[in-house]
């Protein structure tokens, strides 16, 4: 195991690159790369950093040099001989050949694209464009970057013992969370923590540490690289980003109300099983479920990443009910702001009405709140969000109106086509 107070105190940069591979990235971000490889791939896509917690001025804590150094860095991975066999070989969800030989040809050639990074009132404006295949695997990496440089830059101004002391904290309040959740009955859990964690070494410290702590309780994780050498399950299925893709490429109203169900059929044709899990909320769950047509309510589950989550269980199984299906076959999976206490709360309210599971997030990889004077380690909302496809901009509304995004005359405009009325405000955690 790692010691990793000393890795910090003694930081070279080129043991501890932040992004290590380019599999050091969610699951879901591949499988949905595929996806759009096959069914889009010359479509032009802007990425773009969005900040949500503007009182973080990241321009004022990150070096600009070390932003660009990770960057680079990264731009110049590609795929080990190693990462190429665990994907082309490796049985996922009970499937071998996941990835097709054509994507795996295409991702061994694979460099990301060029960024842009300017400075603008105290943040960083990091944009990505290009092909759609190619610009989406920044995401990840891109946020890690952020995250890890932010904890960095804090941890800088630290003594050796005091890292020592800090990560004994750390790990101590971690272990005190896995010992409160071996309580909880038939616990499906997993480690979602990539995008906003609090570094590398930490990330793959937590996974071990669940492993140990919860035995088969904890079922994998969305990190690639950590499942590869961890020899455990890779975890994920699709986000937002699909249907927000796939609606700014619709040419009229009538298109934009088919087009989050366009996506799902093409997912359809890909995957079976476990990877068949409905993420309705881009644009409101109640709308998208009352209009769904009778296909989708067999798929395996739903994934709720807004809103009062039980509230989007509730409605989960009452639409499973009036479509003729038995929600106790059904998988739920929670996977908005997750904490100890949430999850075992919605364990007993759901237990024995709905198979449950959940993917922990940052507060399993990046809970350092009260560990440092001035919290300046707890963690922040740092999104990397797709704005435009082909020139047209994207939307996205969400279960809770703070998550939203896009243009203001076209958010109203697919409020209008979705039937949206008035939403709950829910303070975005992280």
Same mark, same amino acid.
């Given at each position: 195991?790692?010691?990793?107070?000393?890795?910090?105190?003694?930081?070279?940069? %080129?043991?501890?690159?932040?992004?290590?591979?380019?599999?050091?990235?969610?699951?879901? %971000?591949?499988?949905?790369?595929?996806?759009?490889?096959?069914?889009?791939?010359?479509?032009?896509?802007?990425?773009?950093?969005? $900040? #949500?917690? !503007?009182?973080?001025?990241?321009?004022?804590?990150?070096?600009?040099?070390?932003? #660009?150094?990770?960057?680079?860095?990264?731009?110049?991975?590609?795929?080990?001989?190693?990462?190429?066999?665990?994907?082309?070989?490796?049985?996922?969800?009970? /499937?071998?050949?996941?990835?097709?030989?054509?994507?795996?040809?295409?991702?061994?050639?694979?460099?990301? +694209?060029?960024?842009?990074?300017?400075?603008?009132?105290?943040?960083?404006?990091?944009?990505?464009?290009?092909?759609?295949?190619?610009?989406?695997?920044?995401?990840? =990496?891109?946020?890690?970057?952020?995250?890890?440089?932010?904890?960095?830059?804090?941890?800088?101004?630290?003594?050796?013992?005091?890292?020592?002391?800090?990560?004994?904290?750390?790990? !101590? /309040?971690?272990?005190?969370?896995?010992?409160?959740? #071996?309580?909880? +009955?038939?616990?499906?859990?997993?480690?979602?923590?990539?995008?906003?964690?609090?570094?590398?070494?930490?990330?793959?410290?937590?996974?071990?540490?669940?492993?140990?702590?919860?035995?088969?309780?904890?079922?994998?994780?969305?990190?690639?690289?950590?499942?590869? $050498?961890?020899?455990?399950?890779?975890?994920?299925?699709?986000?937002?980003?699909? +249907?927000?893709?796939? @609606?700014?490429?619709?040419?009229?109203?009538?298109?934009?109300?088919?087009?989050?169900?366009?996506?799902?059929?093409?997912?359809?044709?890909?995957?079976?099983?476990?990877?068949?899990?409905?993420?309705?909320?881009?644009?409101? !769950?109640?709308?998208?479920?009352?209009?769904?047509?009778?296909?989708?309510?067999?798929?395996?589950?739903?994934?709720?990443?807004?809103?009062?989550?039980?509230?989007?269980?509730?409605?989960?199984?009452?639409?499973?009910?009036?479509?003729?299906?038995?929600?106790?076959? /059904?998988?739920?999976?929670? @996977?908005?702001?997750?904490?100890?206490? %949430?999850?075992?709360?919605?364990?007993?309210?759901?237990?024995?009405?709905?198979?449950?599971?959940?993917?922990?997030?940052?507060?399993?990889?990046?809970?350092?709140?009260?560990?440092?004077?001035?919290?300046?380690?707890?963690?922040? @909302?740092?999104?990397?969000?797709?704005?435009?496809?082909?020139?047209? =901009?994207?939307?996205?509304?969400?279960?809770?109106?703070? %998550?939203?995004?896009?243009?203001?005359?076209?958010?109203?405009?697919?409020?209008?086509?979705?039937?949206?009325?008035?939403?709950? #405000?829910?303070?975005?955690?992280?």
């Amino acid at each position: 195991m790692v010691d990793i107070a000393t890795r910090v105190w003694n930081h070279k940069w %080129k043991i501890d690159p932040i992004v290590r591979s380019l599999i050091d990235t969610d699951f879901y %971000k591949l499988l949905m790369c595929q996806s759009v490889f096959r069914n889009h791939p010359d479509t032009e896509v802007t990425f773009s950093l969005i $900040n #949500r917690t !503007t009182s973080i001025r990241l321009a004022e804590l990150i070096d600009e040099g070390e932003l #660009r150094e990770q960057l680079d860095h990264i731009r110049s991975l590609s795929l080990s001989r190693g990462e190429s066999t665990w994907m082309r070989g490796n049985t996922f969800y009970g /499937k071998r050949q996941m990835f097709t030989p054509e994507f795996m040809d295409w991702f061994e050639a694979l460099r990301l +694209p060029p960024y842009e990074l300017e400075k603008k009132d105290g943040q960083y404006e990091l944009t990505f464009r290009g092909r759609w295949p190619e610009v989406m695997l920044w995401e990840i =990496p891109a946020l890690a970057v952020l995250m890890e440089l932010r904890s960095r830059r804090v941890l800088a101004g630290m003594g050796r013992f005091e890292l020592q002391v800090l990560y004994a904290r750390a790990m !101590t /309040k971690l272990w005190e969370k896995v010992e409160r959740l #071996r309580e909880v +009955p038939d616990l499906r859990l997993a480690d979602f923590g990539t995008r906003r964690r609090h570094s590398f070494l930490w990330q793959d410290w937590c996974v071990q540490a669940m492993q140990e702590g919860l035995g088969a309780s904890f079922t994998g994780t969305s990190n690639c690289l950590i499942a590869m $050498n961890r020899d455990l399950e890779a975890i994920g299925t699709n986000a937002h980003e699909l +249907p927000m893709v796939y @609606s700014a490429l619709a040419r009229s109203d009538e298109e934009l109300a088919r087009a989050p169900y366009e996506v799902l059929a093409d997912w359809h044709e890909e995957h079976d099983g476990n990877l068949r899990i409905i993420l309705p909320d881009t644009y409101g !769950t109640p709308g998208f479920l009352e209009r769904a047509p009778d296909w989708l309510a067999g798929w395996t589950g739903i994934r709720i990443d807004s809103g009062d989550p039980a509230e989007g269980a509730e409605t989960a199984i009452r639409w499973w009910q009036g479509r003729g299906e038995d929600p106790r076959t /059904k998988l739920v999976i929670f @996977s908005d702001g997750l904490d100890v206490e %949430k999850i075992v709360q919605l364990s007993a309210q759901f237990r024995g009405r709905v198979r449950v599971s959940f993917g922990w997030g940052t507060l399993l990889t990046n809970d350092f709140r009260g560990l440092v004077p001035g919290d300046g380690l707890a963690p922040f @909302s740092l999104v990397c969000k797709a704005v435009s496809a082909d020139g047209r =901009p994207t939307v996205k509304l969400s279960d809770n109106p703070e %998550k939203a995004m896009g243009p203001a005359e076209e958010v109203a405009r697919y409020k209008r086509v979705f039937g949206v009325g008035e939403q709950q #405000r829910r303070a975005v955690v992280v």
